[in-house]
Nanobody, 119 residues
Framework: QLQLVESGGGLVQAGGSLRLSCAASGRTFSNYHIGWFRQAPGKEREFVARIGSIGDSIYYIDSVKGRFTISRDNAKNTVYLQMNSLKLEDTAVYYC????????????WGQGTQVTVSS
C-alpha cells in the first residue's frame, strides 16, 4: 500500500495562490507517477496534472496551463501543486493519486483537500 495525504488547501481570494502537498508513505515513492485531480460540487472528478516518477513527463489540462505547476521531491516523498492566479472555477476538492509507470490505472488515492476560491 502507498498512503497519500494531501494538505495545503484553504480559502483564497480570486487571483491568489495556494500550494498543495501530497505526502506519501508505505512504498517506494519514486516508483510511482503522481496525478492531481479535482472534484467540484455537482461535477465529476477531473484530471488536473501529472508528473512522472523522476519528475519528467509533466502534463496539465488546458484550463490550468500557465497557472499551476506540479513538482516532486522524491527525497521528501512529496509532490506539490503550486496554484497561482486562482479562479472561482478552481474551487473543488483536490486529490492526489498514484500509478505505476507504464500503467494507466490510478491505484492509490488520498482523502482530498478543499480549495475554495472566493470573489
Amino acid at each position: 500500500q502507498l498512503q497519500l495525504v494531501e494538505s495545503g488547501g484553504g480559502l483564497v481570494q480570486a487571483g491568489g495562490s495556494l500550494r498543495l502537498s501530497c505526502a506519501a508513505s508505505g512504498r517506494t515513492f519514486s516508483n510511482y507517477h503522481i496525478g492531481w485531480f479535482r472534484q467540484a460540487p455537482g461535477k465529476e472528478r477531473e484530471f488536473v496534472a501529472r508528473i512522472g516518477s523522476i519528475g519528467d513527463s509533466i502534463y496539465y489540462i488546458d484550463s490550468v496551463k500557465g497557472r499551476f505547476t506540479i513538482s516532486r521531491d522524491n527525497a521528501k516523498n512529496t509532490v506539490y501543486l503550486q496554484m497561482n492566479s486562482l479562479k472561482l472555477e478552481d474551487t473543488a476538492v483536490y486529490y492526489c493519486a498514484a500509478r505505476v509507470g507504464g500503467t494507466y490505472e490510478w491505484i492509490y488515492w488520498g482523502q482530498g483537500t478543499q480549495v475554495t476560491v472566493s470573489s
